[in-house]
């Protein structure tokens, strides 16, 4: 076998062959790869018909998988030709999309790197710049995610994460059955969300939304109450606990900002123990908090009601909930604790929304996962330069579509 007829079989592309092969700029040196297409190869890029060739076009490039520590560059004139039914089109290349300046092979191994790890160091990988490396990477996301549809959404969950600093927002739509992300958009107000029912989703596909689940922001209430006729409101039980542990934390700060110097002494330690479960509670723990009793009633009033609100999510049946859910309302409207106060009038005004958790036990626990994943993705990529970068990492780690899967089967190398 000769040289060029091996750099071909290695190549793998249909129709072409390498003709010439030659090293280009300083130290190492890239290598260029010239392809040429097999006698009357020009095919139109719309119907696959060979057509007569009208004009060569000055040659390009395309950027392939390094060799050795070199980047390897494809070089080629494509031709124009006239199609019978389609007319003048310039011929279709079987290694990378129309008007990409990288091979489908490339593409591949980009993705599974950044899937894989920090984008910087995927760029050093592949021996490109990081600008290169986004910008190849915003592409190439966009076109598999063109005119992808969402499908079989039954249980939705709805969630906000800032992603970057300065309070910048992202409304995130999740597939809870499924686990993954459907929808990113900017911003965090009632006009984003309705955007993603608006456009993404039909009206069939709204009313077969069985369950939602949100936190008790009314924008996301109000948008699910408005679009999906047929769902049921979930309230996620991890976003009350957490509105309960901040009621709870505001008691401490309003005692310690009134407390003396002697005082604050017996308050220190107190925060991070008393946001946690009764479940991994320390012996420890639990003395710290018979001296609270003595040292701070207000605080340690908080305290014994946020434990017993616990108790809400082990009940199997509604009416008994619902009968605990007064209860507890009741007595902390008597506590005198203005924080918590505010909660219960939370609580009441959503309760359906709570009691329906009893009832179905769906939770944005699978959200919560993703949200981690997102957290990764978030330290992976350091300086987003947008919300698009964001999301294309998100989309490619925990989206709903398998996306390097969308590449050409023979220009998979892992
Ligand atoms: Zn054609």
């Not at 309705?194 to 949100?214: M, N, P, T, V």
């Not at 679009?227 to 009621?247: E, G, I, Q, S």
């Not at 123990?273 to 003595?294: G, P, Q």
């Not at 998100?394 to 398998?402: E, K, M, P, S």
Request: with cysteine; proline share 4%.
């Amino acid at each position: 076998m000769t040289g060029m007829k091996l750099v071909s079989k290695l190549l793998k592309f249909k129709g072409f062959r390498a003709v010439n092969l030659w090293f280009e700029g300083k130290g190492v040196g890239d290598i260029i790869v010239a392809v040429k297409p097999h006698k009357n190869g020009c095919r139109c890029p719309q119907c696959g018909r060979r057509g007569k060739i009208v004009r060569i076009m000055p040659p390009r490039r395309w950027r392939d998988v390094r060799v050795c520590g070199r980047t390897v560059w494809l070089h080629h004139s494509p031709r124009e030709i006239r199609c019978p039914t389609h007319g003048r089109r310039v011929e279709a290349s079987p290694w990378a999309d129309p008007g990409a300046r990288s091979t489908y092979r490339l593409e591949y191994l980009l993705l599974r790197c950044c899937q894989a790890m920090p984008q910087n160091a995927a760029a050093q990988m592949l021996g490109m710049p990081t600008s290169t490396l986004s910008d190849i990477l915003h592409r190439v996301i966009g076109r598999v995610r063109q005119g992808h549809q969402i499908r079989d959404l039954k249980k939705i969950g709805i969630d906000e994460i800032s992603y970057a600093k300065g309070h910048k927002y992202a409304t995130v739509v999740y597939d809870l059955d499924r686990s993954c992300v459907v929808w990113v958009g900017r911003g965090k107000a009632r006009q984003t969300i309705d955007q993603f029912f608006k456009d993404e989703l039909s009206l069939y596909q709204k009313a077969k939304i069985k369950w939602a689940c949100c936190d008790m922001s009314e924008t996301f209430i109000g948008a699910i109450l408005q679009h999906c006729p047929n769902a049921t409101l979930v309230l996620d039980r991890f976003h009350v606990v957490k509105a309960l542990n901040d009621a709870v934390d505001e008691v401490r700060k309003e005692q310690w900002r009134e407390a003396c110097a002697e005082d604050r002494k017996a308050l220190k330690g107190l925060r991070w123990l008393l946001y946690r479960h009764s479940s991994t509670r320390s012996r420890k723990d639990t003395i710290t908090l018979k001296a609270l009793e003595k040292a701070n009633q207000r605080i340690y009033r908080a305290w014994r009601l946020k434990d017993e609100f616990e108790q809400l999510w082990n009940y199997k049946a509604p009416w008994a909930a619902k009968r605990f859910l007064n209860t507890w309302t009741t007595a902390a409207l008597r506590s005198r604790l203005e924080p918590l106060k505010k909660f219960v009038r939370t609580v009441r005004k959503h309760a359906d929304g709570i009691l329906a958790f009893v009832e179905i036990r769906l939770t944005n626990a699978a959200a919560e996962g993703i949200n981690r994943i997102i957290k990764i993705v978030k330290n992976r990529a350091s300086g987003f330069r947008g919300l698009d970068a964001f999301a294309d990492l998100i989309f490619l780690t925990v989206g709903d579509l398998d996306i390097p899967a969308q590449i050409p089967a023979r220009f998979r190398t892992l």
